[in-house]
């Protein structure tokens, strides 16, 4: 499965109005590697460094985390048809970017505007579902995160209205539908530090997650703190959701649906579905992203085209797919 | 030494008392029955007994040691639960469902190895479902899932194990399979608390029985002296006779409607 997420990447990088084939980028990959950039076309070094390879990079980022998290929170909120969004990161994040693009930040403001907006909305919904007590902690927390993101989407709309219309608003609207089509170099090494942060507790306490899907007195009979771990889990998963949302904008869908999708082919058992779950929202989100830049003179926002790609797809895997859920 | 003792428990929710001042204590390969009307808080007493809901009053001691001092995996070395059959979300292998019993064995951030591979193995074949290991869990039926969740608390290597109902999903060949467990189990030096509905489960396989009603204890005991026709009646509100068949079982049967019999 990596080996043909790597085959994909090479040829969406050779996809594009500036014609490149496979041995180029490879060629002006080795060289790079190699250390001796200069031997490679102007031209071409700059479309396949600073405009390709930085955007297939991030898509690549942006699928495997939010798939990722959208596998933790479900196994969490023991709940196929939970997304990344149940408890406000995206709408949190997109608060903060439209404040931002409201102030006329510049872009790494906004950008870290929407970060904080996604990880504060988790942590005030978290607080005010500890502060709750006497009822079932998980419902309150469901409720709490619905409540909390309607709020925040309440707010993003006051923004739009406050926001010019013929500048602010279209940019925040694009944001709020996701894309990737304003991909800096740098933005992929920004942003995968803190991925690989949350992906840290994903990948050790991935048996754990099994057992946190049995609800939580079952958990802990077999011997594990499921609130302690519940906790750092959530901690992780939102911090991959609003990090990757900041350069990418809120992009629905993938959190949701490719979850699923792994489930449907490698089983439920956590050891085998995250990395699955992460390659197959990478590759993913790299097909409906080329897609997004090549469809058309103008770009496709992501959040329209996920769906579109991916709503086929998992119909026709619940259609054919054996395994149950 | 006992395995598990309450001392004064009081059981339910803050608002909702469920039961109130039990005693039990269980000793190594000893088994107790549970027995008690629909509703009269068994399972919540059990997940008292094992700290999953906080106790409204009393104590809870795991070997002479307050449950509150100790952490889950310490616990869940001693007790393993094995609850009413149920289904997960998810469509886990069965030998995964198995596998989690693995954990308290392990350290917080470690997966199952091979010995835990093969104890899992060994536990679905001890009760013959090793047939089942690959199938998933969610399509199997109510009483193979029970089978299940039993093999899970086996593979946990627990010194006691508390079972919700643990016959009530199971045909009449399963249950009398599951029972013999038990006592292999209680004669390997294990103990086991089960609750059941059927009284005749207590007279056969039991070595104590606690008999729950009205929210506390009715009666404690060897089960032939304690679950006399008059508290059985009395605490299940029907008539009930115990009768003594001639290969030696008791049985309980209701009294004041003709049987059915075939003349």
């Not at chain 1, 709490?144 to 609207?173: E, F, H, W």
């Not at chain 2, 009646?233 to 075939?262: Q, W």
Request: aromatic residues 6%; neutral net charge.
């Amino acid at each position: 499965m990596a080996a043909g997420l790597l085959l994909l990447a090479l040829l969406a990088i050779t996809i594009g109005p500036y014609p490149v084939s496979v041995v180029q980028v490879v060629d002006a990959l080795l060289d790079y590697a190699g250390g001796s950039a200069g031997e490679t076309d102007a031209q071409l070094e700059t479309v396949l460094f600073s405009v390709r390879i930085p955007r297939v990079l991030a898509a690549l980022l942006v699928g495997a985390a939010l798939a990722a998290a959208g596998t933790v929170y479900q196994g969490l909120f023991r709940n196929p048809l939970v997304s990344p969004d149940i408890l406000g990161v995206s709408t949190g994040a997109g608060l903060g970017a439209a404040v931002g693009i409201l102030m006329s930040m510049p872009v790494v403001v906004t950008q870290g505007f929407a970060f904080a907006g996604g990880l504060g909305t988790v942590a005030l919904v978290y607080a005010v579902a500890t502060a709750v007590r006497g009822h079932d902690p998980m419902l309150v927390l469901v409720l709490a995160g619905v409540v909390l993101g309607a709020l925040a989407g309440a707010c993003i709309s006051l923004v739009k209205i406050l926001a010019d219309p013929y500048d602010q608003l279209p940019a925040i609207t694009f944001w709020l539908l996701g894309s990737l089509a304003g991909t800096q170099p740098g933005d992929v090494w920004s942003v995968l530090p803190f991925v690989a942060i949350g992906l840290v507790p994903l990948v050790l306490l991935r048996w754990q997650m099994n057992l946190m899907t049995l609800g939580d007195e079952e958990a802990t009979a077999l011997g594990i703190d499921p609130r302690r771990l519940r906790v750092l889990l959530v901690a992780a998963a939102t911090l991959m959701t609003a990090s990757v949302v900041a350069i990418s904008g809120v992009v629905g869908w993938v959190g949701l649906v490719m979850p699923h999708i792994a489930r449907l082919v490698v089983g439920p058992n956590f050891d085998r579905l995250l990395p699955a779950a992460m390659i197959m929202g990478a590759g993913f989100l790299l097909i409906v992203d080329t897609i997004a830049r090549a469809m058309a003179a103008t770009e496709t926002p992501l959040g329209i085209l996920t769906a579109f790609v991916g709503a086929p797809v998992f119909l026709w895997l619940l259609a054919t797919g054996r395994r149950s859920w | 030494m006992s395995v598990l003792r309450a001392e004064g428990l009081g059981f339910g929710y803050p608002r909702f008392p469920v039961g109130r001042a039990v005693d039990l204590t269980l000793q190594a390969g000893e088994i107790m029955c549970l027995l008690g009307p629909n509703g009269c808080g068994k399972t919540t007493l059990f997940k008292t007994l094992l700290g999953l809901i906080p106790r409204q009053a009393g104590r809870v001691l795991v070997d002479d040691r307050d449950i509150l001092s100790l952490d889950r995996r310490h616990i869940a070395r001693v007790m393993a639960y094995v609850p009413q059959a149920h289904s997960t979300v998810f469509p886990y292998a069965v030998g995964d469902m198995v596998l989690m019993g693995r954990t308290a064995h392990r350290g917080t951030f470690s997966g199952p190895t091979r010995e835990d591979r093969d104890r899992a193995t060994a536990a679905l074949a001890q009760l013959g479902i090793d047939d089942l290991s690959e199938r998933d869990y969610t399509q199997i039926s109510g009483g193979q899932r029970q089978l299940v969740l039993i093999a899970r608390a086996l593979a946990q290597d627990a010194r006691l194990i508390v079972m919700d109902e643990p016959t009530a999903s199971l045909d009449f060949g399963n249950q009398i399979l599951v029972l013999n467990e038990v006592r292999k189990l209680a004669s390997a030096g294990l103990g086991v608390v089960l609750s059941t509905h059927n009284p005749d489960h207590a007279f056969t396989y039991a070595t104590s029985v606690h008999l729950l009603g009205d929210g506390t204890t009715q009666a404690a005991g060897r089960p032939i002296e304690v679950l006399t026709p008059g508290v059985l009646s009395r605490v299940y509100g029907a008539p009930i006779a115990v009768e003594r068949l001639p290969s030696g079982y008791n049985v309980c049967v209701p009294t004041g409607l003709s049987a059915t019999h075939e003349t």
